[in-house]
C-alpha cells in the first residue's frame, strides 16, 4: 500500500481559525484551542449585536421621520398611518434618508399624504 501523509487539510483548518483570530488578546490569537473558544463567543456576540445595531437604526430612522414630519406640521404616526392609507411603500430606511437629505422630495411625500 502506498505511503499517505497527513496534515495539509489540518495544517489549513488550523492556519485558517487562526487567521480568523487575528488581532484578539493573548493566547486567543496563537493558541488553536482558546482560538476556536474564541470564535465561537465571537460569533454569538456578533449575531447578538448585528441584531442590537438594527434596533438602534430603526429607532434613529424613527427620530428623522418625525423630525423632517414635524417640520411639515404633521407628526409621525400620522404621517406613517397616511402613508399605509395612500398605499405608499417607502420604508422607515429610505423615509429617514430622504427626510434627512432631500427635504424637498420629503416635502412632496408629505403633501401627497395630506390631501
Do not use: C
Not at 82 to 88: D, E, F, R
Amino acid at each position: 500500500m502506498t505511503r499517505v501523509k497527513r496534515g495539509t487539510i489540518s495544517t489549513k483548518r488550523r492556519r485558517n481559525v487562526l487567521k480568523q483570530t487575528k488581532g484578539f488578546r493573548w493566547g486567543r490569537k496563537s493558541k488553536e484551542r482558546q482560538a476556536r473558544e474564541a470564535l465561537l463567543h465571537a460569533g454569538l456576540h456578533r449575531f447578538n449585536d448585528n441584531r442590537k445595531k438594527k434596533r438602534v437604526r430603526r429607532k434613529l430612522w424613527n427620530v428623522k421621520i418625525n423630525a423632517g414630519a414635524r417640520m411639515e406640521g404633521i407628526t409621525y404616526s400620522k404621517l406613517i398611518n397616511a402613508l399605509k392609507l395612500k398605499h405608499i411603500e417607502l420604508d422607515r430606511k429610505i423615509l429617514a434618508a430622504l427626510a434627512e437629505h432631500n427635504p424637498t422630495v420629503f416635502k412632496q411625500i408629505t403633501e401627497l399624504v395630506g390631501k
